[in-house]
Structure formats: structure tokens, C-alpha cells
């Protein structure tokens, strides 16, 4: 009889089945998923939109400059249209099919591609902000600086439409994700910081850029992995090592992206508890008006007007404290108060008035800046070269001297300068050219002698240099009156039988 024991039956370890439904879920993704995806045509459509042609760099450059142009105008709209026209999301997707399939000559061309359509977009988007008047950070402009986790995976989310889309065929949905990841914005913000030598713009909006092209190129590079796009060379080994780099990368770009989330979630609660805060210290009837926080500073700065019918002293030491104490930090508040009446609604007309008179400000400074332009533009001079008087409400300038124009020709510029601004002196001083006879008949100045009468009034006032006059003793005295009346300062020299009277300039010779 035998003594050995009975042999014992394998077990089964708890992988076997996870094994077994990971291999049926694999046949079944194989079979009906990728059965009907047609690889060739998928990579031809794809390599044919990421290469760089005329027709890519020529695109790339009107979408980045209708791109700046909005957002320099603080217009969503412009900035959208930019968006549907940019071509670079065709050289990111062939980047990630090229790094799926391991064809790195294809990765080349689509790499050269991006670099090409990135130095095109941002040389040209800075030459025209060189060259604009306008140059002011914009709210369109400083949405593109700041980027946060939500950024990473909007592109994420979107990378995944897009290559779904181009894999099954429904490139309409491009057009959808074009406009989600918004990769010629932050290249416009790019070309903005380096013309303005804004690093602060510059750096913020390169690293959003940055971050949605890494994010759907290696996006992309996952999906066409999972519907088969895969070099036959491929081993399991290179396949691992692909995934940890494209994991690694993400993981990269998270931490500060989820860093810099965390600040702004930092600063969005900051500011709710700041406001509500302040508007506990005073009474109900207050109101809150125009809270400025500057969180870099040390300690955090907060700064505010309150619409109030209570003067509260000593709330600046108060806020600081209770402020500190919440936020966990130093802060120092300056709070400036308004009285106004404690009748029902008093504080809100108070505030509806302060904004009407900022809002006049603002038009106000815009009218005058318009007024130097045009005014520097007919003078032949820089802006900086235009005198403006605010407290009498005056704007000056001397004009250079322009061949063949006329004394009446500078006249008529300065019209048209000051033509539709009535609460505002326009004054372009001309330079000393020829002066016109006045010519009189019957012993009184005719239609052209008025005219040249007024002329000589124009031009003796703006230049401030006074004006003799020549010609027989009876007219003369009238002509003289009639300029003085005008506004010229006139000397008189008698002589001669003409009835028309000549006129030049008592301190140089005309020209």
C-alpha cells in the first residue's frame, strides 16, 4: 500500500479570472470596436493636414493675427473666429499618431511643423502689437496667463474628441474641439508679452501653450494605441515604456498646474471672505464698492471704497485684524469711506453716481487721448509733442511746415481736428507763411478781403505774434479795426494810394 499522499489539484489564483475578463473584454473591443477602422485611410487624412505647406504657415499667421487683434479689442468673438481658422491642430495630432505607430521621420515633419507655425504666429502677432497704438493687458490677454489644472484637462477631455473624431471619421467635431483647447490665444498672449517685454504675460501664456500641445499630442498618441495604431516592431517592453513616459509627462504638468488651481482657489475664497468682512463692519444701508487685492505683496494689500451713511473710525487697525486672523495671513486694509444720506437707497444712487462719473472719466480720457492723436497726426508730430491742458481744457501743438500748404490749409486742418468737440480748445500753431492782402471795396473790405481778415485774426492769435499792416490811411484804419476785432494784434503803416491793404508779420519776414 502506497504511503504516498493523493497528489493535490492546482489552484486557481484570484488573477485567473480578472485574466480571463480582461482578455474577453480585449477580443471584444478587437471584434467590435476596431473591426470596422480602416488604419490607412485614418493615417493618410492625418499626415496630410500636418505637414508644413504655404498654405499651413499662411493660415497659422491670419488666425494668430485675428487672434491678437480680438484680444487686444477684448472681443470673444474675433478670438473664436481665430480659433476655427488655426491649422495647428493638425501637426499636434500627427504627432501623437506618428508617436504611436514609432515613425519618427513623421514625427520630424510634424515637430518642424509646430516649430515653424509657432515662431510665424508669435513674430507676427508681437510686430503688430510693435506697431499698435494699442497696448494695454486685456481681460482676454490675462486669461491666457495664468494656467490650472482645469486647463490640462479641458485639453485632455478635448484631445480625446479630436482623436476620436479623426478616427471615426466625424471631422465636424474638430471644429468643436479647436475652439475648447484654444492653442492660438496663448500664442498670441506670447507674441503680446515679448513685443510689450511683459515676461510676466509672456511666461504665463507660453506655459498654457505648452500644456495643450503636450496634453493632446500624447492624448492623441494613448487613442491611437487603443484602436491599434501600433508600429509591428513594437514590443511589450517598448509599449510599457511609452505609457510611463506619456503618464510621467502628465504627471509633470499636474503638479504645478494643480499648484497654481490651488492659488486661485486660494484667492477666489480670499476675496469672498475679504467682501464679506468689510461689509459686516459697517451697517446694512453700506455698500461695498471697488475691492483691490494684491496678493503678492507683503503683507496682502487690500484696498476698498465703501458708499457709507456712518462714519466708522479705526476700521482699517479692526479689518486688518480679523482679516489676518482668517485669511492666515498679515494683511494691511485701507478702506476709503463715503458718507452718503441714510434715506433707502441712498448708498446704491451714491454708487450708481460714482460709476457713471468713472465711466465719464474713462470716456473722457479716451476723447482726449483720440484728440492728441489726430491732432499730433495733422501737425506732422509726435504725441508727446502736443501740450494738453486739462484744467482749461486745451490741447496745442506746432505744426512742422509742410510744402505747399497755405496759412488757410492749416486753419482748415485744425477745423477738422476740433470738428464734433465742443468742450475742448484745439490750437495748431502754424508757421510764419505769407500773409493775404485784404482787398476793399468802396471803403469797406469785400468777401475776400473778410476772409483774409479773419485769416490774419487765426493765425496772429495762435502764433501770438502781431500783425502790420500797409496801405493808403482810410481803408487801413478800417482794415486795422476789422483785424483787431479778430483777434490780431496790428500795427499800422500808412502809405500809398492802393486800396488794398498788405499785411506781414512784424517779427520775421514771410516766406
Not at 144 to 172: C, E, H, K, Q, W
Not at 279 to 286: M, V
Request: charge should be negative; proline fraction near 5%; aromatic fraction near 6%.
Amino acid at each position: 500500500m502506497s504511503t504516498h499522499p493523493d497528489p493535490v489539484p492546482p489552484t486557481k489564483t484570484v488573477s485567473d479570472p480578472l485574466q480571463s475578463v480582461w482578455n474577453s473584454l480585449r477580443e471584444w473591443w478587437r471584434d467590435h470596436v476596431m473591426v470596422d477602422v480602416d488604419h490607412g485611410v485614418v493615417l493618410k487624412k492625418i499626415a496630410g493636414e500636418s505637414s508644413m505647406t504655404p498654405r499651413y504657415i499662411f493660415m497659422t499667421c491670419m488666425s494668430a493675427g485675428i487672434a491678437i487683434l480680438g484680444m487686444l479689442l477684448s472681443s470673444p468673438a474675433v478670438v473664436i473666429g481665430a480659433m476655427l481658422l488655426s491649422p495647428l491642430m493638425g501637426p499636434i495630432l500627427g504627432a501623437g499618431f506618428a508617436l504611436a505607430e514609432g515613425k519618427f521621420t513623421w514625427l520630424r515633419l510634424c515637430g518642424r511643423a509646430l516649430l515653424f507655425g509657432t515662431l510665424f504666429a508669435v513674430l507676427f502677432c508681437a510686430a503688430i502689437v510693435f506697431l499698435s497704438p494699442l497696448q494695454n493687458v486685456t481681460e482676454e490677454i490675462a486669461a491666457r496667463t495664468r494656467p490650472n489644472l482645469f486647463d490640462l484637462l479641458v485639453a485632455l477631455f478635448s484631445s480625446l474628441a479630436g482623436s476620436y473624431a479623426m478616427i471615426r471619421g466625424r471631422d465636424g467635431t474638430i471644429v468643436g474641439v479647436a475652439i475648447a483647447t484654444a492653442l492660438m490665444p496663448p500664442l498670441a498672449a506670447v507674441g503680446f508679452g515679448l513685443a510689450t517685454l511683459n515676461w510676466t504675460v509672456f511666461g504665463g501664456a507660453l506655459m498654457l501653450y505648452i500644456t495643450n500641445l503636450l496634453t493632446i499630442a500624447l492624448t492623441a498618441a494613448l487613442m491611437a494605441r487603443l484602436y491599434g495604431f501600433r508600429s509591428e516592431q513594437h514590443d511589450g517592453r517598448t509599449s510599457l515604456v511609452q505609457s510611463g513616459l506619456v503618464v510621467g509627462t502628465f504627471v509633470a504638468l499636474a503638479i504645478p498646474l494643480g499648484l497654481s488651481l490651488m492659488q486661485i482657489a486660494r484667492e477666489s475664497n480670499g476675496q469672498r471672505i475679504i467682501r464679506d468682512t468689510i461689509a459686516t463692519a459697517f451697517s446694512e444701508e453700506a455698500r461695498v464698492d471697488q475691492i483691490t487685492i494684491d496678493w503678492d505683496g507683503d503683507p496682502i494689500t487690500v484696498s476698498a471704497s465703501v458708499l457709507t451713511p456712518q462714519f466708522r473710525a479705526d476700521v482699517n487697525e479692526r479689518l486688518s485684524g480679523e482679516l489676518g486672523q482668517l485669511l492666515d495671513d498679515p494683511v494691511a486694509v485701507d478702506i476709503s469711506q463715503y458718507l452718503v444720506g441714510t434715506d433707502p437707497g441712498a448708498a446704491e444712487q451714491a454708487q450708481l453716481a460714482r460709476a457713471r462719473a468713472e465711466e465719464e472719466a474713462r470716456a473722457d480720457a479716451q476723447l482726449v487721448a483720440r484728440l492728441k492723436e489726430r491732432l499730433a497726426l495733422v501737425a506732422g508730430v509726435e504725441a508727446a509733442d502736443v501740450t494738453l491742458d486739462r484744467e482749461n481744457r486745451r490741447v496745442m501743438a506746432d505744426a512742422r511746415r509742410l510744402e505747399g500748404l497755405s496759412l488757410e490749409g492749416y486753419r482748415i486742418l485744425e477745423s477738422r481736428v476740433a470738428a464734433g468737440i465742443d468742450d475742448w480748445d484745439v490750437r495748431l500753431r502754424p508757421p510764419l507763411s505769407a500773409l493775404p492782402s485784404i482787398s476793399m471795396e468802396d471803403g469797406e473790405p469785400d468777401a475776400d478781403g473778410e476772409r483774409a481778415i479773419a485769416l490774419i485774426g487765426w493765425a496772429s492769435r495762435r502764433t501770438g505774434i502781431p500783425v502790420t499792416l500797409s496801405g493808403a490811411a482810410e481803408p487801413l484804419q478800417i482794415a486795422a479795426i476789422a483785424a483787431q476785432e479778430a483777434g490780431a494784434t496790428v500795427l499800422v503803416n500808412e502809405g500809398g494810394g492802393s486800396a488794398q491793404i498788405t499785411a506781414r508779420w512784424e517779427a520775421a519776414e514771410a516766406e
